[in-house]
């Protein structure tokens, strides 16, 4: 730390708090941009006249799950009676998929109408959401389908047992009864172990997966079974180009642009409402999988600060670098405010105990606790956080430990290079000289300098690093060799280092010396 008298120890101290109120109300303002960015050219409540467009060209996960959610609040809020959706990914995570779905499915029957649109491809947890909606438009070069559930692994990619099928399964037949779609054809994009079959009955197609066969034909005893005809066997998941999909009833209709449609849904272009992602959420999504290296070099920058000054650019680029990790977490509904508010709590522990307040350590290792606890929150869903019976919870967890103590383990890495390397940078060399000429006024080189061979009290212990009285002065300081010195022992200052206090234990005269 700095060696600087009391004053200046305590505007420290004092500036402390105020920068973490600085960083929470930016973080809170920031929230609402983004709601006032999303808001600002949206109609009000009743213009049910226009549709809504909702862009969801990302891989499908948690990130996305919390857009749509505040997408589809939004046109509730204006009452708009139909939503696009504008769907262009290739899949994502279960998780995500199913908690979309839910969400699609949810809503009021009509309120709003959803409508989801594929130019490109849909697949996976895509598709898983596409079902969700009331129609489906594909340009001629769209694909849709394939909602197979794979799980990695060290040996590769493989596909889930069929405890995670069953609940796709089931969850796919409830898309189909309350959307209208085929149930058969729109399990059998899940149901790997299963064959699909077709039935002609009163002169119409009847499909028919494997497990409901024996029900069916109970049901059904009049059917003639020579009209059975494999469509799909096993080991085959189905997928459609557009004209297939509308063949087969599992899209609405070919249209050959955004345009043409909006033509077909009798709207102007000005009476669409865009509810893409704003820019501070795509750009939380991009980062997020920094997320990790911002905390760490975070924690570094506050680390700097507090060992050796910097004139508060160390401090900035921490507060900096802080609001980039939570903003990334926000976002994507890791980190809300309890996971923001530990860590905060956390830090201000810290610095009261560096800072205003030695407390042997209490203090700090309550910080610490609370800063790692907050951080391994900020890695896991907040839905899932405290609710150990959902489903995949257990990998959550493991995935949020692994990411802490990953940014833990850098910090300790990455403290020691700091510790090591940085004292002997041009750069803090200048900064220090220049901050000390700022702080203390023209004589402070010299009043350092009279601090040689001067005998003090030590303030706090000495770990090795704390606080000496002086003259009547408060000043930082670190024992010689880095030894442990415990509180009110004397001191005597052998040197100067970087604008600190280097003291050993003062032995009175006739007194054996330190071993």
């Known amino acids: 730390m700095s060696c600087v008298p009391s004053a200046r120890t305590t505007d420290r101290a004092a500036a402390w708090p105020w920068a973490l109120a600085l960083l929470l109300a930016a973080l809170c303002l920031g929230g609402r941009a983004v709601a006032a960015d999303g808001a600002a050219a949206l109609p009000g409540p009743g213009d049910a006249a226009r549709v809504g467009l909702i862009a969801i060209d990302h891989v499908i996960d948690d990130s996305q799950v919390y857009y749509l959610r505040r997408a589809l609040a939004d046109a509730q809020r204006m009452g708009l009676q139909r939503v ?8 994502g995570t279960l998780d995500a998929g199913r908690t979309m779905l839910g969400m699609l499915l949810a809503l009021p029957p009509g309120h709003p109408q959803l409508i989801a649109y594929v130019d490109n ?8 959401v596409a079902y969700g909606c009331n129609q489906i438009y594909m340009t001629p070069t769209a694909t849709i389908g394939d909602i197979g559930i794979i799980i990695q692994t060290p040996e590769g990619v493989v596909f889930a047992s069929e ?3 069953t609940v796709v399964l089931t969850l796919l037949r409830d898309a189909a009864q309350a959307r209208g779609w085929d149930p058969a054809k729109l399990q059998k994009m899940t149901a790997r172990n299963q064959e699909l079959y077709r039935f ?8 028919v997966l494997e497990d409901d066969l024996p029900q069916f034909l109970q049901d059904h005893p009049a059917i003639d079974q020579k009209t059975k005809v494999l469509i799909a066997p096993k080991d085959r998941l189905l997928s459609y180009t557009a004209q297939d999909a509308i063949g087969a009833g599992m899209a609405t209709a070919l249209v050959h642009d955004l345009p043409t449609l909006e033509g077909r849904l009798g709207v102007s272009p000005q009476q669409i409402v865009d509810l893409a992602p704003t820019t501070v959420e795509r750009t939380a999504w991009y980062l997020g999988g920094f997320a990790g290296i911002f905390a760490t070099l975070a924690v570094l920058a506050f680390m700097a600060e507090f060992k050796f000054g910097g004139h508060g650019l160390f401090l900035i680029s921490g507060l900096v670098l802080g609001a980039c990790f939570l903003t990334c977490q926000y976002y994507q509904e890791l980190a809300g405010y309890p996971e923001i508010l530990l860590m905060l709590v956390g830090v201000l522990l810290i610095v009261l105990e560096l800072v205003v307040f030695p407390a042997a350590g209490w203090l700090l290792i309550a910080g610490v606790s609370l800063g790692i606890f907050g951080l391994i929150l900020a890695f896991m869903p907040d839905s899932d956080q405290f609710h150990p019976t ?4 257990g990998d959550e967890l493991m995935h949020a430990l692994r990411q802490a103590v990953l940014a833990v383990v850098l910090i300790v ?9 940085l004292p002997y940078s041009p750069a803090l060399r200048r900064l220090v000289v220049h901050q000390a000429i700022d702080a203390t006024s023209a004589g402070a080189a010299e009043t350092q300098g009279r601090l040689l061979g001067k005998s003090g009290v030590t303030r706090s212990e000495l770990r090795p690093s704390g606080s000496i009285i002086v003259d009547g002065h408060d000043w930082s300081a670190s024992s010689e060799h880095g030894e442990f010195i415990p509180a009110g022992r004397p001191v005597v200052v052998v040197a100067m280092q970087f604008g600190e206090a280097v003291v050993r234990l003062h032995a009175p005269p006739g007194a054996p010396g330190p071993a």
């Open 163 to 165: 405890k995670f099928e």
């Open 390 to 393: 959902q489903p995949g919870y």
């Open 200 to 207: 002609t009955s009163a002169g119409r197609p009847v499909f």
């Open 84 to 91: 696009v959706l504008h769907l262009t990914t290739d899949g």
């Open 413 to 421: 890495v990455g403290a020691v290079l700091l510790i090591m390397g």
């Open 121 to 128: 491809r849909c697949y996976s947890a895509g598709s898983l």
